[in-house]
């Protein structure tokens, strides 16, 4: 089969699964302060889908969707410098797509899947054209989002071994305006999060993947092989491990820099499987297949996780939790001649965006999953109430 055809035929299709997925994700109280808080360049994008296609979640989301499809193409290309054989670039195009932390980047609004396509992007044009380019793409992201002061620090390091002292130059000027612009987050008293850290790495990438990249960042560094991507994956990391002895880490913004070391993570399995005669191949085999066995079964839990609420006795313990309920609670106040509500600060935000406005008319109240309270307001999944809420009338009199 051609290649391309495969390539269009993943792509398509994970495209497809996520399209459909959308409708059963609400807005999450992180989402909305994004959407209707300071202004940002991926506000402006978000803002602009709902112009074109309406305040729902299709049009919320479909710009994430619209950055992972350019994300694999970029990666399939970067990857060309990697990976000789087709059918291996292929593979590698299945492994990031079937990434926890890529599916969550696809259709959560946030900066990590906007991170991934503008690293792709300016290792694509750092290999294709002259450096001048990179040099204005570097600038404009100083000025887009904060998490790009990790990218300028990478570079540093890779420009002191470069001994490029113009490319040092520039980027630290970079990170000083990014300081400048968006301070550091570097805060609170010594605690050691590191386990956690460690932890929630490995539900990104899942364990094999994520101690295999480790492995490779750690190999290279002993060969003293070591280029751009491998400067960009292994300072960022090193950075979010040595913070994360002090504070709890924000893990959206550390591992797109990790993601995009994949390209080299295949380059490194794959040389290492082709210089062993074929009887001393088959740990990789297995290492390998194992791999694509857990990719796939976290994508499906990813991706049809209300399934988990049949076996959770607190519904808030599901992962997925705080994407749920503002949508189906919505729904159910408007069948009731509802259209305002006193609540929550988290839930008023979530709601505005579903046409439920803030008011003092009503009043939301939430309740045990277990009351009986009649007349109460339900949200359920798979036969399963998770959510409940009572809804008074205030006598304004």
Known sequence: MNHRLILFLIIGIDAIVLLFKISELSISYYESLLLYGDVTLLQLIIKFSISLFGENDFALRLPMILFHILSTLLL???????????????????VFVLLPGVISSAIVVNSAGMVIFALLLFLFIYQ???????????????????????LFFSLMFFSIYQKNYKF????????VISIYLYGTNISGTPSGHLLDTLGIYAAVFTPIVFIYIFFMLYRHLLIKDLDIIW???????????????????????????IIIALPLAAQTFYSSYRVRLRNFRTNYRVIFVTAIVFLFVNAFVVLFNKEIYRFLDNPKKHFAYKMHIAKELALELKKRDIYCVSSTERMSNRLKFYGINSCKEYKLSKLLVDSSISGSVTVSYVNRVVYRANVTKINSE
């Open 168 to 175: 040092l130059g520039f980027n630290t000027l970079l990170l």
């Open 76 to 94: 399939y290309t970067i990857s060309k410098e990697y990976i000789s054989k087709i059918r291996n670039r292929l593979w590698l195009v299945l």
């Open 231 to 257: 400067f960009i994956a292994s300072v960022t990391l090193a950075l979010s491990l040595i913070l994360s002895f002090r504070q709890r880490i924000y893990i959206e913004n550390f591992a797109p820099y």
């Open 128 to 150: 294709k054209f002259d450096l001048k380019y990179s040099y204005f793409l570097l600038f404009i992201y100083a000025f887009i989002e904060s998490s790009f002061g990790y």
